[in-house]
């Protein structure tokens, strides 16, 4: 059932991406707009705007730094929600407290992964030749495995009954892996920009 979930948002990414990437984006030396184009690329494209729209001046209309900045926004995301689940863990017993382990170790996954995205991305726009492909491959395989894992705290919960936990974590987790697949259509939309 993961998988089949994961497949969806990978593929989603995908279509997304290559809808839009056909045509570097343009925007008439407008940073916010070219953030706008960039966000059409991915499936929440509003919550991509809103989330970016304020770093225009640090991305300039550079496809790389767009994508690095959805990752570095993503891994702050994943960050915080791993501080909520610690706190959630102070309170809870049973099903519960053991979904919240496991949570936490996934969370401390993804955001490991989101890091070794943002590494790959790092210095991109200076690489040349095959080294381009070749670390733009790493960033989508290492911000899908964030995407997997995030999938898993989610699974952890499947057999504990409904709760204000239970409910609190799944939307949150929800909200983290719109921000994650946004990331991963950034990146993907880099192999057709470069
Ligand atoms: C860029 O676009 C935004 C909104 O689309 C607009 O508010 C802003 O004035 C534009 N900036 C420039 C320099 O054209
Ligand atoms: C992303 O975060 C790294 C590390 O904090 C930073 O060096 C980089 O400038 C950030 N990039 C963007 C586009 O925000």
Same mark, same amino acid.
């Given at each position: 059932?993961?998988?089949?979930?994961?497949?969806?948002?990978?593929?989603?990414?995908?279509?997304?991406?290559?809808?839009?990437? *056909?045509? =570097?984006?343009?925007?008439?030396?407008? &940073?916010?707009?070219?953030?706008?184009?960039?966000?059409?690329?991915?499936?929440?494209?509003?919550?991509?705007?809103?989330?970016?729209?304020?770093? #225009?001046?640090?991305?300039?209309?550079?496809?790389?730094?767009?994508?690095?900045? #959805?990752?570095?926004?993503?891994?702050?995301?994943?960050? &915080?929600?791993?501080?909520?689940?610690?706190?959630?863990?102070?309170?809870?017993?049973?099903?519960? /407290?053991?979904?919240?382990?496991?949570?936490?170790?996934?969370?401390?996954?993804?955001?490991?992964?989101? =890091?070794?995205? *943002?590494?790959?991305?790092?210095?991109?726009? /200076?690489?040349?030749?095959?080294?381009?492909?070749?670390?733009?491959?790493?960033?989508?395989?290492?911000?899908?495995?964030?995407?997997?894992?995030?999938?898993?705290?989610?699974?952890?919960?499947?057999?504990?009954?409904?709760?204000?936990?239970?409910?609190?974590?799944? =939307?949150?987790?929800?909200?983290?892996?719109?921000?994650?697949?946004?990331?991963?259509?950034?990146?993907?939309?880099?192999?057709?920009? =470069?």
């Amino acid at each position: 059932m993961a998988l089949k979930k994961l497949a969806f948002f990978l593929l989603s990414a995908v279509v997304f991406s290559t809808a839009v990437a *056909a045509t =570097r984006p343009g925007s008439g030396g407008n &940073s916010t707009e070219f953030i706008r184009t960039c966000c059409g690329a991915t499936r929440y494209p509003r919550l991509c705007f809103n989330s970016m729209a304020g770093y #225009a001046n640090a991305v300039q209309e550079d496809p790389v730094q767009v994508a690095q900045l #959805a990752t570095n926004l993503t891994l702050a995301r994943i960050g &915080s929600l791993a501080g909520r689940v610690k706190q959630l863990r102070r309170g809870a017993s049973g099903r519960v /407290a053991a979904a919240l382990v496991d949570c936490t170790e996934a969370l401390g996954d993804a955001a490991d992964e989101a =890091r070794r995205t *943002a590494a790959e991305l790092t210095g991109l726009e /200076a690489a040349t030749g095959p080294e381009v492909a070749w670390r733009v491959s790493n960033a989508q395989t290492w911000m899908s495995a964030a995407l997997t894992n995030e999938d898993t705290c989610t699974d952890g919960f499947d057999g504990v009954s409904s709760g204000p936990v239970k409910a609190e974590v799944c =939307r949150r987790i929800r909200r983290v892996m719109q921000f994650t697949s946004n990331a991963l259509a950034l990146v993907n939309n880099l192999v057709n920009s =470069r």
